[in-house]
């Protein structure tokens, strides 16, 4: 009984909220304030413009102070002596470095810096170590990732990848005469068709369902899978899309996104043509990236757009700073031809309107930083059992895929899948084990030491055990 105290003890302690002090009430400061909140977390916020945090204290149950976050009395007001952890998300690479230098000199606590700047992102190892941060992020390298991956299976609508780049979750849209449509889960599996895959997730007229193998197919489902990365190719190709990897593409912008992914695309040899309207920031780009073809112009001229190709290019992507400006390239790029288009997005608050107007694959780094940081802080409160590795909203937040790394026995490891009383609407759909990615069935088991992707509508998952009922 002593040691069952003991062991409940250590659970309750890793398992409560956290104090944590966010530096900069910017998009993704707010993104993270309402998340962080949601999960129970105590937050405290820093910002030099009253109004920012006036607005954000009053809309969520948080405290604030307007000051500078490097400051060490603001630091020390905000309670970092105390803290668990501090988030430096201002618009300033340098300011956010320095706020989590002074926390690491005067709390005990861990701190993550959002970090944009190109020059900075090839030394993030060396500022990491000597810095002692937990993470640095740059959300316009992993917006240009997340496009990137978008541009090597073109027919995918989302592509997020786990287990070290090993697997992947796929989401694509059943089209008309779908060799899938009208048939259930069970009828594909009994063909094979759906051999080392697994469905995680159907979107419907704005409903999102994790299905059984009743679950019936139609015409225009937005369906999401896992695979291993060769074996999702496979199964698109055997149910009719396209997996070449597109061999062109045409960028309006000319910022940090747009030289990540233009390097990216460079690299595995597809021609990039980027448009920007800042002369001085074309002469930049052309020495950073001499194999593509930069022109100094207005992208949204729609004359220009046709000059340049628009209607022959294999994929179009709209990255400048305005979002107005990339949702109607994107819905012009649409119109004239058959381009795969991906749209990157700062600001969520009409999200509802955006997904209404078809626009293909749409980039948000806000929550592609928001996801990464609440991985950490998920992991750091987790139990002794297990670690979360990465968090990924799908379906508009309606659901997500949580990756767990196991790291001692609890009562889901050795049993049966089909042993364990699991949570409604809630899917193992991959285990990582031993450099081998399994697509499991019921008479599988969770081993100490595997990587397990977990796809839930219950938001929030901490720690592996939460899987249970």
Not at 358 to 363: E, F, K, Q, R, T
Not at 414 to 420: H, I, N, Q
Request: aromatic share 4%; charged share 25%.
């Amino acid at each position: 009984m002593k040691e069952w105290r003991i062991e409940m003890a250590k659970k309750s302690l890793t398992r409560r909220g956290l104090k944590i002090i966010v530096v900069g009430c910017g998009k993704v400061g707010e993104t993270l304030t309402d998340q962080l909140t949601r999960e129970g977390h105590e937050v405290t916020l820093i910002d030099k413009d009253p109004t920012k945090v006036h607005d954000l204290t009053n809309m969520y149950d948080v405290m604030g102070i307007v000051g500078t976050g490097a400051s060490y009395s603001v630091q020390m007001e905000a309670g970092i002596e105390s803290a668990d952890l501090l988030i430096a998300v201002t618009e300033s690479d340098e300011l956010n470095l320095l706020c989590c230098t002074v926390a690491k000199r005067v709390g005990d606590c861990s701190a993550i810096a959002r970090v944009r700047t190109p020059e900075y992102s090839e030394e993030i190892p060396y500022l990491r170590e000597k810095l002692g941060l937990a993470l640095i992020i740059n959300p316009e390298q992993a917006a240009a990732n997340e496009a990137a991956r978008l541009l090597y299976l073109p027919t995918a609508l989302e592509v997020h990848s786990f287990a070290h780049g090993q697997a992947e979750i796929v989401k694509f849209k059943l089209a008309e005469n779908n060799t899938m449509n009208q048939k259930s889960i069970a009828d594909l599996g009994r063909t094979g068709l759906l051999d080392r895959i697994v469905i995680c997730g159907v979107e419907r007229d704005g409903e999102m369902t994790i299905p059984a193998g009743d679950f019936i197919f139609e015409e225009g489902d937005m369906v999401s899978f896992v695979a291993a990365q060769h074996d999702a190719k496979n199964f698109m190709r055997r149910i009719g899309l396209p997996t070449n990897q597109v061999r062109d593409t045409m960028i309006v912008g000319g910022g940090k996104a747009a030289y990540y992914l233009a390097k990216c695309l460079l690299d595995v040899g597809i021609e990039v043509k980027m448009i920007e309207r800042n002369r001085a920031r074309c002469e930049e780009l052309a020495v950073m990236l001499p194999d593509a073809i930069i022109i100094n112009s207005d992208g949204t001229d729609t004359e220009l757009l046709k000059e340049e190709g628009i209607e022959h290019v294999e994929s179009f992507v709209s990255l400048t700073g305005i979002d107005e400006e990339n949702v109607l390239l994107t819905l012009h790029a649409r119109n004239v031809s058959d381009a795969k288009v991906v749209t990157k997005i700062n600001r969520s608050n009409f999200k509802t309107v955006i997904n209404e107007l078809d626009l293909g694959s749409v980039v948000y780094p806000r929550h592609i930083t928001s996801e990464t940081i609440i991985a950490y802080v998920r992991a750091k409160r987790a139990s002794l059992n297990s670690n979360v590795e990465t968090v990924y909203n799908l379906f508009d937040s309606r659901a997500e895929a949580v990756e767990f790394l196991v790291k001692e026995e609890c009562e889901v490891t050795g049993k049966p899948l089909m042993e364990l009383k699991l949570k409604k609407d809630l899917l193992v759909s991959c285990i990582f084990r031993n450099g081998e990615i399994i697509m499991p069935s019921g008479n599988d088991c969770i081993m100490v030491g595997d990587a397990v992707l977990i796809v839930t509508t219950h938001t929030g998952l901490g720690d592996l055990q939460d899987i249970l009922a």
